[in-house]
């Protein structure tokens, strides 16, 4: 079954303590990306990356960092999280050929105290 | 500034009375416009792309339009199960492979 997966689902942690987000994608896609859900905010993208080793900025990069090691694995690094970051982070993934649709993963639920 | 909007925020209808929900964009040069259903809980679910004015595309009771300016979610006798947050997402040429999402639409069918 095709599917994006993301790992935890929640998670409350207490500020500054580094955290790691998974995404992994088994659909052999070559862009992923994160995005974070506020209340009238929407969805805002975080990261994305177009390939291995390739990354870039979305609208909201502070305080977030990301690797793609492999194809299928797009971790989020919160090196030192704050209250702010508080939120509901979607992963997703798509096919450079079928620009904008997105697989995206069930979400992980994050509360910095 | 590219920027998307929706509206109405949140609508309620009766099951059976037929609607639409909008989105406007301005964007420098789109490059495709995206229509995703979201439930309570869980990742958006891809509907429909739209790339050029006048396109049209359909599913089920939906029916997505776009313009030069701003699509259209025709949602045709409604169903309790098409109650869900409908988002509006579009790619411009400048923004390689960045997308830029609506506030969204929270669609309430009542039966």
């Known amino acids: 079954e095709a599917q994006v997966t993301q790992n935890p689902r929640y998670l409350i942690t207490v500020t500054g303590k580094k955290l790691t987000v998974t995404c992994s994608q088994n659909m052999n896609h070559e862009y992923m990306s994160w995005y974070r859900q506020d209340p009238g905010l929407g969805l805002r993208q975080i990261y994305y990356?177009?390939?291995?080793?390739?990354?870039d900025k979305g609208d909201v990069p502070e305080g977030y960092k990301v690797s793609r090691k492999e194809k299928r694995n797009f971790p989020l690094i919160l090196e030192s999280p704050s209250p702010n970051q508080t939120s509901l982070y979607f992963c997703?993934?798509?096919?450079?050929?079928?620009?904008?649709?997105?697989?995206f993963g069930p979400g992980t639920r994050l509360t910095v105290l | 500034e590219d920027q998307v909007t929706q509206s109405p925020e949140a609508l309620r209808l009766q099951e059976g009375e037929s609607s639409s929900l909008n989105c406007s964009y301005t964007?420098?040069?789109?490059?495709?416009l995206f229509w995703y259903r979201q439930d309570p809980g869980k990742g958006p679910e891809f509907l429909f792309t739209l790339y050029s004015a006048g396109e049209e595309k359909e599913k089920e009771r939906l029916k997505a339009t776009l313009t030069k300016k701003e699509s259209f979610l025709h949602i045709t006798a409604p169903k309790p199960e098409d109650s869900a947050t409908y988002l509006c997402?579009?790619?411009?040429?400048?923004?390689?492979?960045?997308?830029?999402f609506g506030p969204g639409t929270r669609l309430s069918v009542l039966p």
């Open positions: 997703a993934s798509t096919t450079g050929t079928m620009i904008g649709r997105a697989f």
């Open positions: 964007v420098s040069g789109l490059r495709g």
């Open positions: 997402a579009v790619q411009a040429n400048n923004y390689g492979q960045n997308f830029v």
């Open positions: 990356s177009m390939n291995v080793e390739v990354t």
